[in-house]
C-alpha cells in the first residue's frame, strides 16, 4: 500500500488502521483454536492451508497466545481511557 494511502486520515487513522488489522490477524488465529482440542484444529489447518510455512506461522503464533491476551487487553484499556 502506497504511503499516502496509509496516512490519509491522519496519524490517529494510520494507528486506528493498525491496531484493526493487529486485532483481526489475532481473531483469525485463535478462532481456529477455540472450538475444539489442539489437535483437531492443527488437522483442521493443515486441510485448509497449502502452504507449510502458513501453517507454522499459524501455530506459532498461537503457541503465544497468553502474551498476545495480555497485549490485546492492553490496547483494549487504552482505547477505552481515551
Sequence with gaps: MC???RYRNGIR???KA??????????RVEQLFQSSSYDKSIDQLRRQ?????????TIFS????IGKNQ?????????DLK
Excluded: C, K, P, W
Aim: no cysteine; charged share 15%.
Design 3 to 5: 504511503l499516502s494511502h
Design 13 to 15: 487513522g494510520f494507528t
Design 18 to 27: 493498525s491496531v484493526q488489522e493487529l486485532l483481526r490477524h489475532y481473531l
Design 49 to 57: 492451508e497449502a502452504d507449510m510455512n502458513d501453517i507454522v506461522a
Design 62 to 65: 498461537h503457541s503465544q497466545v
Design 71 to 79: 497485549l490485546v487487553i492492553r490496547i483494549i484499556v487504552s482505547y
